[in-house]
């Protein structure tokens, strides 16, 4: 490394309450180089860079830019010092014209607004054209495709003059081709002596394009390494924590802890020819919210009392693939039949009673009524059936007993069954959710994140619910984020990424390193592992 | 545009929940949370009216007693109290009945104005028919009247998307001027000295109670109605699924409630319970369809449905007390001089007052 | 038609000065609901002062302050406070409603002939004020007119050709880019919302200056609401807007002067116009007619992390 690095960040700590997200974290980024800032989720990357975009405020540390101690408590800080941040989700004004958008909160030069705005256009074209970042200056932004609109953010920075530019997760929503041409300009941009921060967890993508890369993971950094010392292997070693000994002692995550323990051993040792089929789905396709159809032509049969667990990183079609199983998002094409009814364009009541049951990702949003209380919450699906009303009218007085019951077997902390939801912990709200699945008696359960945020205790009590809901001949989806959680309870295992199938393993067969490639998008593997 | 962050929800996106799981407040501490901020609201709306009122160079003291005391000093002002609560209350769920699906009814005079003159056509035309079949017949001509002029509001927002704000309180204006032209032209009496029509037939008049001062018998209707409109609510699958999506529309979707017919649904009931405004008016205080009858039921209709915060039982009590103020603000300009007005800004500071208690609990909760 | 046109005139001014005042705020996000009572306090105050002071000019100034001041409290409410746009609007639509009564009684009471003030005196510009059927209308008016009409450019200019414009308006559009950017979302919301409230009430205050003189409870009758009407119609831009008050203006007259007219159906039927032609267009308005993205939400700055 020569002299002093563009960006030294050093000793980073950061706390949210008790939370340690950042823990003593050092960074260094030299000029002319693409460094690529690896982990997984939780891991501290995002956090890290919005520490360094003034978004927020570390509690110790330094970054210097340049070898200058630098104060950035804002983004606009930031930006003065020549930092600039591309986000997941792009702040644009949607009914703005690109160079609007880019000359948007600066200074225009050259006496009269048309005047700036006319030398703005030129510097955006010659921007441009500089860095291969093709887009029509005098497009409204609302018309282009996810890739161009990317380009726009990437040239807002430019445009201020930035110099170290943080991009958060770019390729998630980008096509292939759309991907080269990215790291094409990244490359053109670093020759021209800039810095690029690369947030990412695509091993591929990162040797791709990265000079160096930093892996993180538990808010600490893990190591930092060479393009040329290291290959795929190696990355995803260290990504899920090889280097720190086996995999078992150095993540002993709860769920592992918990699959070896509870009732791993006794769990019945399946393979998928097993089971009698539950649910069928065919062909299906289903657009996400930014209109890309991200999950194409999906097949999949779930058994009854089968567990299939979905191991995946955020963003490559959980969240649609559940709503598309529970019938709240509507399929573009293709059929899904559970136990035999064709659900394909129902409502979603008909879903419901269909014994399809869903454990939304958002609690808070898609799971609570948070002003009634657990009586309401745990009544809410089930509230037109037979079982819930008397004369017509819904029975209160048995909807409480039974939410009695349900606060005592599922273990929800609260004074009566009156407790207004919106008050209960994340980890009581769960169990709140949980016992409404359940309540419903699922034929067909899809479980998103089940335990993000969730103490041991209500982990394992999740374990232990979706356990004996299986042996009970329910037909189990879980989708998670937590790899060592989808290997530990899952009969199955199905590697998610881009929406699409990357692997697939039943639970006796299934390594992890393995899986933690197919699920980053690495194809070559090095055991040949069933797909 | 979604506004969570998919892929990375570290300790940035939502803190994970570490802190210790408190047992919840118990029923009477929530009922204190309730309650105090709202007394507190109240009082201060009356001191903050009574200083307005001192500076105005009147007797606050003589003019707040008269507005808050004269309901109870005679049986008079009794019954017109309760002649006056039975639109308010009325015009407080044409309100608060959509709400409770998150649209907003502006529309209740207009609604109870077409349930008048809906009332009353049945009234005139059939004049000569027995109470037994006229009076009902009146009441529901107006409850179908107001709900088929909410119904347009409702076919636009639903077919078109018109706003529903907009297009109630247009339809307001528009049934201003459709039962001047029924006042002045239709069914008119010119002897009446002020745009109305000719009396209803006796068959279509509510019942009288009592003696001088006589109550009509639509106070007992609405009593009733409250009743089985709180029970609605809270018993039926469509009251809790209204409910419920006001509470969390994306978490009643995704547990299968159709909210779109729903809120279409809310607007039609609302204005069906403000034609039964119009029509109860008719049957039991005037006797006939006359401009103006709607008042100012609308705004205090809103009132009532705000303060009483999605409380259906709340509700006739609230509005109880708006009736009390309203028939106190007439003997305060007798008494005291001070315009009745003043009594409308009052009701205003009660209801911003009542927002801001909400920050100022939240505030003083979180730093438990 | 030349006197139909100076009766349309008027009305235009009242619909267009209260409408640039409800896009100005509606262009940062802050959907402003206290129209019907702004004005009809604007107009009560408006009267009072220029009664008591015996100047027009005084009582439209003063007015402009009072819809100020009620434009500050919605202002700090949405964008500090972070109440319901909508459910403030009401309570102050409330509020300035009685206000407008209270204090006209209290300071006239009752009387049998309503107290006047002068109208305002008009100016003739030289030559075109001589042209045959729009020279009257449009070229012999009073100050306020002329006041309106260079507002409306303005306010075009500024939305429209201006650095300063093009920041204001992505305040309404994506508070969240424009704050990320260093735009002050809640110093153009509340600057807008002051001055924009401040000019409804001097739409309402200006009502009884052309002609009668005279202030009288309900005189709004509806104009309020229709003033929103028209800001959603005219999609929140104010040269859209100054030609679609032309058109309520037109219907108000139209409405006005049903009783006289005897077109052979009952007046009250051509009366109802500007209500039933509101509603119709916004039917089909929906087509074209855009509006602020945001327009109606608060912004939170803390959810900034998590957009």
């Known amino acids: 490394m020569t002299a002093t690095p563009r960006l030294a960040m050093t000793d980073v700590v950061k706390t949210f309450g008790p939370v340690r997200a950042l823990d003593t974290v050092s960074l260094e980024v030299g000029a002319n180089e693409v460094h690529g800032l690896l982990g997984g989720n939780g891991a501290g990357k995002t956090t890290l860079m919005n520490v360094l975009f003034g978004l927020y405020k570390a509690d110790s540390g330094t970054v210097l830019i340049d070898g200058k101690a630098a104060v950035i408590n804002s983004p606009k800080d930031a930006i003065a010092l020549g930092v600039g941040m591309v986000h997941q989700t792009f702040l644009q004004v949607d009914t703005y014209t690109v160079t609007e958008n880019i000359v948007l909160g600066t200074a225009l030069e050259g006496g009269s607004h048309s005047n700036g705005l006319r030398a703005a256009r030129e510097r955006i074209v010659e921007l441009s054209e500089r860095f291969g970042l093709e887009v029509d200056p005098d497009a409204v932004v609302e018309d282009l495709p996810v890739g161009v609109r990317q380009r726009v953010e990437i040239l807002k920075a430019l445009f201020r003059g930035a110099q170290v530019l943080i991009l958060d997760e770019p390729t998630t929503n980008l096509t292939p081709q759309e991907v080269d041409a990215l790291f094409a300009s990244l490359r053109a941009m670093v020759k021209e002596g800039m810095s690029i921060i690369l947030i990412t967890h695509k091993i591929r993508e990162t040797l791709a394009v990265c000079d160096k890369m930093t892996v993180m993971r538990d808010g600490a950094r893990v190591q930092t390494l060479d393009r040329a010392e290291t290959d795929a292997e190696h990355l995803a070693a260290v990504m899920v924590g090889e280097s720190h000994g086996s995999y078992e002692t150095a993540a002993p995550s709860t769920a592992v802890a918990l699959g070896a323990t509870a009732e791993g051993a006794t769990h019945k040792q399946v393979v998928h020819g097993d089971f009698a089929p539950a649910i069928r789905i065919e062909s299906v396709t289903v657009r996400n919210d930014h209109g890309v159809d991200l999950i194409h032509g999906f097949d999949l049969t779930v058994g009854e009392g089968e567990i299939v667990g979905f191991a995946g990183v955020a963003g490559n079609g959980q969240v649609e693939l559940a709503e598309a199983l529970t019938g709240v998002r509507p399929l573009l094409s293709g059929s899904i039949t559970v136990q035999g009814t064709d659900l394909t364009r129902a409502q979603t009541s008909h879903w419901l009673s269909a014994g399809v049951a869903y454990v939304p990702e958002d609690r808070h949003r898609d799971g609570i009524l948070p002003k009634a209380g657990i009586t309401e919450n745990l009544i809410l699906g089930s509230h037109r059936g037979r079982s819930a009303r008397r004369a017509g009218l819904i029975d209160w007085k048995a909807a409480r007993e039974r939410a009695s019951v349900a606060i005592d077997k599922f273990s929800i902390r609260a004074n009566s069954p009156a407790t207004r939801a919106g008050d209960l912990s994340g980890g009581n709200i769960q169990r709140v959710i949980l016992a409404r699945a359940f309540a419903h008696e699922p034929r067909l359960l899809i479980l998103h994140n089940p335990t993000r945020g969730l103490d041991i205790g209500s982990t394992r009590f999740v374990y232990e619910q979706i356990r004996e809901a299986a042996d009970s001949g329910c037909a189990i989806v879980v989708i998670s984020e937590d790899l060592d959680e989808v290997i530990a309870i899952s009969d199955r295992v199905i590697a998610l990424y881009q929406g699409g199938q990357a692997g697939e393993w039943p639970s006796t067969e299934v390594d992890p390193y393995e899986v933690g490639r197919r699920m980053t998008g690495l194809s070559t593997s090095r055991t040949g592992g069933a797909a | ?368 | 038609m030349s006197e139909f046109l100076v009766l349309v005139v008027p009305m235009w001014v009242v619909f267009t000065l209260a409408a640039q005042g409800t896009i100005l705020s509606g262009r940062t996000g802050v959907f402003n609901v206290t129209q019907e009572g702004v004005m009809a306090l604007g107009a009560s105050v408006g009267f009072l002062v220029s009664y008591k002071m015996g100047s027009n000019l005084v009582g439209l100034l003063i007015a402009f302050l009072v819809g100020a001041l009620v434009g500050l409290v919605l202002a700090y409410m949405t964008t500090q406070l972070r109440l319901d746009q909508f459910v403030v609007g009401l309570a102050l639509f409330f509020a300035t409603t009685g206000a407008a009564g209270l204090l006209y009684r209290q300071v006239i009471g009752v009387t049998m002939t309503p107290p006047r003030v002068d109208t305002l005196p008009k100016f003739e510009i030289p030559l075109l004020g001589d042209l045959p059927l729009i020279g009257d209308a449009l070229f012999v008016q009073d100050y306020v007119f002329y006041f309106a009409v260079i507002l409306s450019l303005v306010m075009f200019w500024f939305l429209q050709h201006t650095s300063a414009g093009l920041d204001f308006r992505s305040v309404g559009e994506n508070p969240k880019a424009a704050d990320s950017l260093g735009i002050n979302v809640t110093w153009a919301r509340t600057w807008s919302t002051v001055v924009g409230t401040g000019l409804v009430a001097v739409g309402g205050a200006y009502i009884p200056l052309p002609f009668t003189g005279i202030y009288t409870d309900g005189m709004i009758a509806g104009r309020g609401w229709l003033v929103i009407a028209l800001a959603f119609l005219g999609g929140w831009r104010p040269l859209y807007v100054v030609a679609g008050a032309a058109f309520f203006a037109a219907m108000d007259v139209l409405g006005q002067k049903a009783q006289v007219l005897g077109l052979g159906i009952p007046h009250q039927f051509i009366e109802m116009l500007p209500f039933v032609a509101t509603l119709l267009v916004m039917v089909f308005a929906l087509r074209w007619a855009r509006q602020p993205a945001h327009l109606g939400m608060n912004y939170d700055r803390e959810s900034r992390l998590v957009g």
């Open chain 2, 1 to 368: 545009m979604s506004t969570m962050q998919k892929s990375e929800t570290g300790p940035g996106g939502s803190p994970p929940v570490a802190k210790p799981e408190a047992r919840g407040p118990g029923i009477l501490t929530n009922i204190a949370w309730t309650v105090v901020p709202y007394v507190a609201s109240v009082v201060l709306a009356f001191f903050l009216g009574g200083l307005l009122i001192q500076l105005m160079g009147y007797n606050a003291v003589d003019a707040l007693r008269a507005v808050l005391t004269s309901s109870f000093d005679t049986s008079f002002g009794m019954v017109e109290t309760l002649h006056k609560w039975v639109p308010i209350v009325l015009c407080a769920y044409a309100f608060a009945i959509p709400l409770a699906t998150g649209k907003f009814n502006i529309g209740a005079e207009g609604q109870m104005l077409l349930g008048a003159t809906g009332g009353a056509a049945v009234g005139i035309t059939f004049s000569d028919l027995p109470m037994v079949v006229l009076l009902p017949a009146t009441l529901v001509a107006g409850v179908l009247a107001g709900a088929l002029w909410a119904g347009i509001a409702a076919l636009l927002l639903v077919r078109f998307r018109v706003n529903e704000i907009l297009s109630t309180v247009l339809l307001n204006f528009v049934s201003f001027k459709l039962i001047d032209w029924v006042a002045t032209r239709v069914w008119p009496d010119a002897g009446a000295g002020h745009p109305a029509t000719t009396p209803v037939g006796d068959g279509a008049r509510l019942p009288l109670l009592g003696s001088a001062p006589a109550m009509h018998s639509g106070v007992l209707l609405v009593l009733a109605l409250a009743i089985f409109i709180a029970v609605a609510m809270r018993f039926t699958p469509t009251g809790f699924e209204m409910r419920a999506v006001g509470d969390n529309l994306r978490a009643s979707m995704v547990n299968g409630v159709r909210t779109s017919r729903l809120a279409g649904a809310g607007l039609v009931i609302g204005g069906g319970l403000g034609g039964l405004a119009g029509a109860i008016d008719v049957a039991g205080v005037h006797g006939r369809m006359l401009e103006g009858m709607q008042s100012n039921f609308l705004i205090l209709g809103i009132i009532v449905g705000l303060m009483a915060r999605g409380s259906m039982l709340a509700l006739p009590v609230v509005a109880f007390g708006i009736a009390v103020l309203e028939y106190g603000a007439g003997t305060m300009q007798l008494v005291s001089a001070v315009p009745v007005e003043m009594v409308l800004v009052i009701e205003a500071l009660i209801l911003l007052l009542l927002l801001l208690s909400d920050l100022v609990r939240d505030r003083l909760r979180s730093a438990r």
